[in-house]
């Protein structure tokens, strides 16, 4: 704990690279210390199951309780953290009924690892994905969904990107798999401060939550916003490149890995950070940027059968596009 402090404290230095579990730190602290309050709940929430977030902090004698996060200024907006119980539809389901009630706060919830997320399915089905389309009943809520296959068993790996995109229809949701602190940061406050009610479905990282490469740096959090398709900034002359990788997620930084042992100025690597609804534009204007391209690929870490790959191959395809 005193090792995270100490390197969150380097933000008053104007030296700090800040981590994912800082951006969530900083995007729940602005929101509370704007009037935003702030819910979240999971299996393991205050402390991550990671043990990234300590948003807890426990008194080692007395056992007392201390939140960092109440404690920013006079007048805030109250930040909560459940350890909720094994029983993922009765929670979700309270939360959803939590959002709908309480629209002017974030509420989220997290699954201990993504595949949790299957005991709340029929929450998923008939409420989280439907409502507004079944009973004109918006909703905001937030899934914090850990996602990624590092060896952890097939369960553990997969949060079924492929489920949540099977269940989007006329923007009924957003689903994103971000791949900086900054875009997290970015993502969660879009949430409140944009205008429309709609579930937000997050596809977190787990092995990225320490990566020496997953910071972003304070001017990236107070200034821009969410960038729904990131560009790969290491091209010099997009007119070299032949070919044109886009992927979403974790897998993102094992190519990144791969190019830095074999360097190849004819490859650009195009980071999806928005599923759905999906951005058109931004990869339309991708595409034209590099027109020199032959080959367009689609690149996961999942199965072919799971993953994005069946609900991005046909946006690939589309005219304005392909």
Not at 36 to 46: A, E, F, I, M
């Amino acid at each position: 704990l005193q090792r995270i402090l100490d390197e969150r404290a380097l933000l008053l230095e104007g030296d700090a690279k800040i981590d994912w579990s800082f951006a969530e730190a900083l995007a729940f602290g602005t929101l509370v210390a704007e009037g935003t309050p702030v819910r979240l709940s999971g299996q393991d929430s205050g402390r991550g199951t990671f043990s990234q977030r300590h948003a807890v902090l426990y008194d080692a004698t007395s056992g007392a309780e201390y939140v960092p996060l109440n404690h920013i200024r006079e007048g805030q907006a109250p930040f909560s953290v459940y350890d909720s119980l094994l029983s993922e539809a009765a929670v979700l389901g309270f939360e959803f009924g939590y959002s709908v009630a309480d629209p002017l706060a974030l509420v989220l919830w997290e699954a201990q690892f993504g595949d949790f997320a299957n005991g709340a399915q029929v929450i998923i089905d008939q409420f989280l994905a439907g409502s507004e389309a079944k009973w004109q009943q918006p909703c905001d809520l937030v899934l914090l969904l850990p996602h990624g296959y590092e060896g952890q068993g097939p369960e553990h790996s997969s949060a079924r990107i492929e489920r949540f995109l099977q269940l989007c229809a006329e923007e009924n949701m957003q689903v994103v798999n971000c791949t900086t602190p900054a875009q997290y940061f970015h993502v969660l406050r879009r949430q409140m401060h944009d205008r429309q009610r709609k579930p937000l479905i997050i596809f977190t990282p787990k092995s990225l939550l320490r990566h020496p490469k997953v910071v972003s740096m304070p001017g990236e959090l107070t200034g821009g916003e969410f960038q729904m398709v990131l560009d790969d900034q290491q091209v010099a002359d997009p007119s070299a490149v032949k070919r044109l990788l886009f992927c979403s997620g974790k897998v993102y930084y094992d190519l990144l890995a791969e190019l830095s042992l074999h360097p190849n100025p004819s490859l650009a690597i195009v980071r999806i950070e928005q599923l759905y609804p999906f951005p058109h534009e931004h990869v339309a204007a991708i595409v034209q940027k590099y027109a020199q391209a032959r080959e367009m690929v689609w690149c996961q870490e999942e199965p072919q059968n799971q993953g994005a790959w069946y609900q991005i191959r046909h946006q690939l395809d589309r005219p304005a596009v392909g």
